[in-house]
């Protein structure tokens, strides 16, 4: 399969898939998100692949998230809609495949790179990986299930700290937080992160889709919270202040947000 914004490789059941834009720090976008859910739908249907790992492209960035370009346009149906398809072709069905997913986090992973990172299985994390969800500076919130794994991972007192001031954490706080499994020197994450998902995918497949059933079962966040967000998200793209945040992100200024 040939793709404009992703690279994908298969070797010994370990299916990569590289986010493929470091010039842009490997930002989502709708092609993005189009082409990561053709890549994962491969994953559910492929007999050859075992485990699949996330990773971006260049040293800076996992996916230092949206593509905030693309938001200038959209009201309340669009921001909505936004959220579904993304929830639709990739987080949710990242997050209840029966096949193991290992986000290889090389950067920054920020907005919908937090979120992609969190719906993945687990996580390794480079010495010098940023994780933050700062949506709240742009008057809006997270938009692809942050609100609802953050917390399940980290507790709801520190989600709603990093939720609601936007700020980064290191590495080492997100390990300390129960966000990353290891964090590892940046130039061995996704060595590390193959030498994990090769282990994985030695195991007999079938006991490892029944474990990853019922691991889903008892940790996937529920249908209903994760619409609400949904809804949510979209409805603040009808405020001045999401459209001020976003204006103030495009133009490099600070916000100024009224409260409307």
């Known amino acids: ?21 470091p010039d842009k720090m490997n930002a989502l976008n709708a092609e993005v998100i189009g082409e ?14 075992r ?16 593509d905030i370009s693309e938001f200038t346009s959209l009201n309340s149906t669009g921001g909505a809609d936004l959220g579904k398809r ?5 987080f949710s069905r990242v997050e209840k495949s029966e096949k193991p997913f290992i986000a290889a986090v090389n950067g920054f992973a920020l907005g919908g790179g937090c979120e992609l990172a ?3 299985h687990f996580r390794l994390a480079s010495e010098n990986a940023k ?58 994450v996704l060595s590390k992160a193959t030498e994990l998902a090769a282990q994985i995918a030695q195991k ?5 889709r029944n474990i990853m059933r019922m691991v889903n079962v008892a940790a996937s966040a529920s249908s209903s919270a994760l619409d609400m967000e949904i809804k949510s998200f979209g409805e603040l793209f009808d405020t001045a202040d999401a459209k001020e945040g976003v204006a103030a992100f495009l133009e490099k200024r600070k916000a100024v947000f009224a409260g409307k």
Do not use: W
Request: aromatic share 6%; with cysteine.
């Open 118 to 120: 969190l719906s993945c």
């Open 51 to 66: 485990v699949a790992i996330i990773t971006g492209a260049g040293p800076k960035a996992f996916i230092a998230g949206a």
């Open 86 to 90: 993304g929830q639709d072709l990739v």
């Open 36 to 49: 990561l859910g053709t890549a994962i739908e491969e994953v559910y249907k492929n007999r050859d692949i």
């Open 131 to 188: 994780f933050g969800l700062p949506e709240v500076n742009l008057g809006l919130m997270p938009g692809y299930g942050g609100t609802q794994r953050l917390a399940q991972l980290v507790g709801k007192g520190r989600a709603m700290e990093m939720v609601l001031t936007g700020n980064m954490i290191s590495a080492t706080d997100a390990f300390q937080f129960g966000l990353v499994n290891h964090v590892v020197p940046a130039d061995t």
């Open 204 to 208: 007999a497949p079938i006991a490892v």
């Open 1 to 21: 399969m040939s793709y404009n914004s992703i690279i994908t490789h298969l070797e010994n059941g370990v299916f990569t898939i590289t986010i493929n834009r």
